[in-house]
């Protein structure tokens, strides 16, 4: 369940909020005037949340590519990651 919160408790409560985030790896939301305003989250979670749209993103141009026929054997894809890995400094 979410947890919601008032925007007075950003100054008033800012330990809590910030202790609930890390140990829940989920957002508080913050209402302004009874309305919905913001979502605070950790770090931590902000960055798999952004990983998570980039993958999805990757995966989206993958299909577009599959579609369009922009495809190589698999033998070969491994082959050029191996021979980037063993390019590497």
Do not use: W
Request: aromatic share 10%.
């Amino acid at each position: 369940m979410p947890r919601i919160q008032p925007s007075s408790d950003l100054r008033n409560k800012y330990n809590e909020i910030s202790a609930f985030c890390h140990e829940y790896d989920e957002p508080v939301y913050i209402t302004k005037n009874g309305q919905g305003d913001l979502a605070v989250m950790s770090i931590e979670t902000y960055e798999k949340l952004v990983g998570k749209f980039e993958l999805y993103h990757l995966l989206d141009e993958g299909m577009d590519a599959a579609k369009q026929g922009r495809t190589i054997p698999a033998s070969e894809a491994f082959d050029r990651v191996f021979q980037k890995l063993d390019e590497r400094p």
